[in-house]
């Protein structure tokens, strides 16, 4: 899945679309499952129990949902970029990484148990 890198303007907390140098094409990032590709260079999005992301929700960007990706999995807050994903590239991005809450076990017997129910009355 291809977003849009962003860089903030100064002192706003509202994030724009990354230009490439002066050209009128925009940065992308290629999310894949467990890492994400930029510049032809792998980096990954999670290590044993650690998560390389972390979602911002002070950075607004045209109603898009706002992501901090670390580079190379380093935790230094200044290494690394933003990306920002439309609500269903959202949703999708939290199915890749196995963080959607419809793949944890207790949502999944919630449902079951509410279906049950339902067909019961």
Do not use: A
Request: aromatic share 14%; net charge positive.
């Amino acid at each position: 899945m291809k977003v849009q890198r962003l860089e903030g303007i100064p002192n706003t907390g509202i994030m724009k679309p990354y230009k490439k140098g002066s050209n009128i094409e925009f940065d992308s990032v290629l999310i894949k499952k467990g890492r994400y590709i930029y510049n032809d260079t792998s980096h990954p999005l999670r290590g044993n129990d650690e998560f390389y992301y972390q979602r911002n929700y002070c950075l607004e960007s045209d109603g898009k949902i706002v992501y901090w990706l670390d580079t190379f999995g380093n935790k230094s807050n200044n290494i690394g970029l933003h990306i920002g994903f439309t609500w269903k590239q959202h949703q999708k991005f939290l199915l890749m990484q196995n963080m959607h809450w419809l793949q944890k076990e207790d949502n999944i017997r919630f449902i079951v148990n509410i279906l049950f129910l339902i067909i019961g009355v």
